[in-house]
């Protein structure tokens, strides 16, 4: 069965300057193999938002053949 890891980040998106920052942000995680699966507002002006991200876990092989060297 896959195995998920799971973070969430807490993102002020008020002015235009950090709107671009989330969206770096958003880009250097996707590199690193997280994907978004839900944006919340944290506050009452949609001003902070909270971005919930997951990525599978992948296990290395364990044996004794080729592959686990």
Excluded: C
């Amino acid at each position: 069965m896959k195995q998920f890891e799971h973070e969430v980040l807490n993102l002020d998106i008020s002015t235009d300057k950090k709107y671009a920052g989330m969206q770096q942000t958003l880009r250097e995680w996707g590199e690193v193999g997280f994907e978004v699966i839900s944006v919340v507002p944290a506050s009452l002006g949609f001003d902070v938002v909270n971005v919930f991200f997951k990525r599978e876990i992948v296990k290395q092989a364990t044996g004794t053949g080729e592959a686990a060297r």
